[in-house]
């Protein structure tokens, strides 16, 4: 069966640190990757997308690595502060062609002061 | 300011009611979409559409109906068939292009008494 697995363990680091989220995925075939960010009591905000034949994207102080070998996908977050404290979601097309992102659960991040 | 505007934000309901949620953009998208997420849970697609008088079922549409008479609106009604309606509703829209990100409103939460 298709899934699109993140932990959903919350991630607690410390203010300063590189926080690093991780989607994994089975039995789908991707051409793109978003991630959203989610306050709670909020809708997702996008934050970066990445397709199947880059290998890395940057924004700001956002990093986002897509790798179709492992079928997974991490999210970095350099220089965290406790603003960054959020749930992240990834998404993905649900089979080739289709522009209708299917997300993940989504990970909790807690960055502490 | 361009957005997408969900109403209400929160509605209780008794059981064996309908209830319509609204849903305005002014983002001019062609592509349309409501999604239910449940705590602990990622975004399930209700109903999507791409251009006006046109929407297909998503993976989660029994209990629910739309429309999409005005490329601005796209109002989902949850109807007494539906068996767990008590949720978050998100409301999002996009280009309807490939790869496209999606814009989400404030969302809306239904609690059924």
């Known amino acids: 069966s298709q899934k699109i697995e993140q932990n959903s363990e919350a991630l607690n680091i410390q203010e300063g640190k590189t926080a690093t989220l991780t989607c994994n995925y089975t039995n789908y075939s991707p051409a793109y990757l978003q991630w959203y960010r989610q306050d709670p009591g909020r809708g997702p905000v996008f934050l970066l997308l990445?397709?199947?034949?880059?290998k890395e994207k940057r924004k700001e102080r956002l990093k986002v690595t897509f790798d179709t070998t492992l079928k997974q996908s991490l999210f970095h977050i350099t220089a965290s502060q406790p603003a960054d404290s959020a749930t992240y979601l990834c998404?993905?097309?649900?089979?080739?062609?289709?522009?209708?992102?299917?997300f993940g659960r989504g990970t909790s991040l807690i960055v502490h002061p | 300011d361009g957005g997408i505007t969900q109403s209400p934000k929160y509605l209780f309901r008794k059981e064996g009611q309908n209830v319509t949620l609204s849903c305005e953009q002014n983002?001019?998208?062609?592509?349309m979409y409501w999604y239910r997420q449940d705590p602990g849970q990622g975004l399930r697609l209700i109903y999507y559409?791409?251009?006006?008088?046109?929407?297909q079922k998503g993976d989660i549409a029994e209990g629910y109906s739309v429309s999409r008479e005005k490329k601005e609106s796209f109002p989902l009604t949850v109807t007494s068939a539906q068996k767990n309606p008590t949720a978050f509703y998100l409301c999002?829209?996009?280009?309807?292009?490939?790869?496209?990100?999606?814009?989400f409103g404030e969302g809306s939460r239904l609690t059924v008494l």
């Open positions: 999002a829209s996009s280009t309807g292009q490939y790869t496209g990100e999606l814009f």
């Open positions: 990445i397709r199947e034949n880059e």
């Open positions: 559409s791409q251009i006006v008088n046109d929407f």
């Open positions: 998404a993905l097309d649900k089979s080739g062609g289709s522009y209708i992102p299917t």
């Open positions: 983002l001019n998208h062609d592509a």
